[in-house]
């Protein structure tokens, strides 16, 4: 939803607004004069530092390197205030690029040097942007202390601008879970409160949003309307007006005023269009087609979600393109069309597993970082212990060098020193032991967190063993089909026959036509022979197939590559046909006859032959090439679809036997900017949703488990050939 993205940009970049007095940014032209005119070190600081905050929306590169200008500058003249200031912007430079780990660390820089000039202004301000960060890194615990710690001390100063910034960050925060929606709406009226005495309208705006937002999801309509329109008087006509006159649109939608309704729709979207603002476009055109949706307007649902789809992808908005998919599977599942719904559906998981794949890694950057900062911090304090421990040195031999008569001072000063230093090693080893019990911690954090992605691993590798299934179940189908349909045909003829033969019987023994008789049964006989040989045919069918499907236990058998190779590819063809009636690709062997048999582990082999197989019928299907013509003006080639399966008997480099299996089609080729990936996992080169990117890195895996080489040597235009080598044993 907007809103949660808003108020965090509004409380960490509107610093300007909420913080001290300095935070009043003049002209960059007006700036530029003051660095050139000014010989003042802290005026030209404070000019960098403003000058990079300026231009901070338009030209990063730019706002960064005034900026560093200005700590450059502060640091020369030992002006802490404007370090803290400089280090401040930059710490939302950093926010507003996405860099969270930056920020963190350049804010906290600025929080030390606010708290070393004793500034508790700039200290609360601080204490606010780095909960902001935290909210946006997904520690709500860590948010709210610091949003909790800011709110203190403004209330300790009495400023009301930043108590207000406080409890409407801590209502960001309680926003987050249905068990604390109620604190999230006290903090935002208290917010709200705070904001209209001291007539902030900016601020005002935002908190009645954050109002308005949470009644309209308690379905309190009325209220929900009220507030949308007090935060719409406070910003009409500019870019945050997108957000209430969706919010007005979708509410008197679920109010059935649909005329009302739409009128809010178009403001938004005429607003966020004319300022380019693909963003609010995006969530303007997604409430739009809730509202749509509401009325029962399918086709008209649809097209306002693909276009918010095609916008979302352009700007990389994970969130509203997962909205958008979501309702867009829904409405074709409505209007029937359940292939596109379940495309839909699939990019659905896609966007969410990137979204949590995301997550992840900001919570994992967010425990490196946590932990890099205790282990400095520990190192500082160490450091100090070192360096009160040397000055308490230097001092025992001043007392020693003075004061060579008095044997008892010295005698209490050396206790007292050993006293100091035993408090002191305790001191350490409390902290050193604390340290290590928060590192345990993190670190099992860390290791669950791998264990869950070894988890989704193993899943994507099952459900690429399920595709393998999938493809020997239908090609088992396919193959059953004739023996099968050759055991109907002779029972419904048979059938008929001995009708016949019974029907003969009934008559007379002086008109019955015992010739006829005999000659029907000999049919029938013949017919039972052929239904039998047939049954037994299917019989050795699934015999061998369940053979070569069961679950592998790992253990090595004697096994025939020849009659595995023409097995599974007899069945990835029948697949293929089972899936399109449209197939038409030839496919030709050519067996070794002096190769013996191997001890391999056959389901696995089987399963490296079957994936190999099934990518080159499905190239040769997928490939059309143009026809080449000759002299006479007449097609020269004519394209023949072709997989070619051949196992022979070869030398190694090393003088022992190998036997090599290679796989060759006819189709478009690989190209040679990826040849080199294939092999990797999760690689594909497939349309979203038609493989995992693993059926070529398992059987990579395979083969090196078997001790052999698996190889591609593929060219454009022509056709790839797989190789398989394994060493006869």
Same mark, same amino acid.
């Given at each position: ?128 942007? &780095? #909960?902001? +960060? %935290?909210?946006?890194? @997904?520690?709500?615990?860590? *948010?709210?202390?610091? !949003?909790?710690?800011? /709110?203190? =001390? ?93 919010? &007005? #649109?979708? +509410? %008197?939608?679920?109010? @059935?005023?649909?005329?009302? *309704?739409?009128?809010? !729709?178009?403001?938004? /979207?005429? =607003? ?458």
């Amino acid at each position: 939803m907007r809103f949660f993205n808003r108020i965090v940009f509004f409380s960490l970049f509107q610093i300007g607004v909420f913080g001290f007095v300095l935070a009043q940014t003049p002209k960059a032209d007006s700036l530029l004069m003051i660095i050139q005119n000014s010989s003042v070190d802290t005026i030209k600081a404070k000019a960098f530092a403003d000058l990079g905050a300026e231009l901070m929306g338009e030209d990063v590169s730019k706002s960064e390197s005034y900026l560093d200008e200005a700590i450059r500058i502060a640091n020369l003249s030992q002006n802490n205030k404007g370090l803290a200031y400089a280090y401040n912007i930059k710490g939302r430079l950093f926010a507003q690029q996405g860099k969270l780990q930056e920020a963190m660390q350049v804010f906290e820089i600025a929080l030390n040097q606010f708290r070393s000039i004793g500034d508790k202004t700039g200290e609360a301000n601080v204490l606010s942007n &780095l #909960g902001s +960060i %935290y909210f946006r890194m @997904g520690n709500n615990k860590k *948010a709210l202390e610091h !949003h909790f710690q800011s /709110l203190k =001390i403004s209330e300790e100063i009495g400023n009301t601008l930043r108590i207000a910034t406080s409890y409407n960050n801590i209502g960001t925060v309680y926003q987050q879970a249905e068990a604390t929606i109620e604190d999230a709406l006290a903090s935002y009226k208290k917010a709200l409160e705070g904001f209209t005495k001291i007539d902030n309208q900016p601020g005002m705006a935002t908190v009645a949003m954050n109002i308005g937002e949470i009644y309209f999801l308690e379905s309190k309509l009325d209220s929900a309307i009220q507030y949308h329109e007090l935060a719409l008087g406070l910003c009409d006509g500019t870019l945050d007006a997108t957000f209430p006159l969706t919010q &007005l #649109g979708e +509410i %008197y939608g679920a109010k @059935g005023e649909f005329n009302t *309704a739409f009128s809010y !729709h178009r403001r938004a /979207l005429s =607003i966020a269009e004319s300022l380019d603002a693909k963003y609010e476009v995006a969530q303007s055109l997604i409430g739009y087609a809730k509202t749509l949706k509401r009325q029962g307007d399918i086709d008209g649902t649809i097209a306002a979600l693909e276009r918010a789809r095609s916008i979302s992808m352009e700007i990389d908005a994970k969130s509203e393109l997962l909205n958008a998919f979501m309702v867009l599977s829904e409405m074709y599942a409505l209007k029937g069309d359940f292939k596109t719904a379940y495309l839909y559906e699939l990019e659905v998981k896609k966007v969410s597993d990137e979204i949590s794949k995301s997550s992840t890694e900001q919570m994992v950057k967010q425990l490196q970082f946590d932990f890099e900062l205790s282990q400095k911090q520990a190192e500082i304090e160490l450091l100090q212990k070192d360096t009160e421990l040397k000055n308490a040195a230097v001092f025992n031999q001043r007392i020693i060098i003075f004061t060579a008569l008095g044997g008892l001072v010295l005698f209490i000063a050396i206790s007292i020193f050993l006293f100091r230093n035993n408090l002191s090693k305790q001191k350490a080893n409390s902290l050193l032991q604390a340290q290590k019990e928060e590192i345990r911690e993190q670190r099992e954090k860390v290791e669950s967190a791998f264990d869950q992605l070894k988890s989704a691993q193993a899943q994507l590798i099952q459900s690429e063993k399920m595709a393998s299934l999938g493809e020997l179940t239908a090609g088992i189908a396919h193959e059953i089909r004739n023996p099968l349909n050759f055991v109907n045909n002779f029972s419904e003829v048979s059938n008929e026959l001995i009708v016949e033969v019974l029907d003969e019987r009934t008559k007379p023994v002086e008109r019955r036509n015992e010739k006829l008789i005999t000659d029907i049964l000999g049919d029938i006989k013949e017919n039972l022979e052929k239904i039998n040989h047939h049954g037994k045919r299917a019989d050795a069918i699934v015999q061998g197939m369940l053979q070569h499907s069961r679950t592998s236990t790992g253990e090595k058998a004697m096994t025939d590559i020849n009659s595995l190779a023409a097995e599974y590819l007899r069945l990835s063809y029948h697949g293929m046909q089972a899936k399109d009636n449209a197939f038409n690709v030839q496919s030709k062997s050519f067996f070794d006859p002096n190769l013996p048999k191997m001890k391999v582990i056959p389901q696995d082999i089987g399963r490296v032959f079957l994936n190999i197989i099934n990518n080159a019928f499905q190239a040769c299907v997928n490939y059309k090439p143009e026809a080449v013509a000759g002299q006479n003006g007449k097609p020269e080639d004519i394209y023949l679809p072709t997989v070619t399966v051949k196992t022979s008997l070869v030398k190694s480099a090393a003088g022992g036997l190998l036997a090599q299996v290679s796989i060759a089609d006819n189709g478009p080729g690989i190209p040679e900017s990826i040849k080199d990936k294939i092999f990797q996992p999760f690689f594909t080169t497939k349309p979203t949703g038609q493989g995992t990117g693993l059926g070529l890195s398992l059987s990579y895996d395979i083969i090196k488990a078997h001790g052999g080489e698996i190889s591609v040597d593929s060219t454009v235009g022509k056709g790839t050939v797989f190789t398989l080598s394994l060493p006869v044993v």
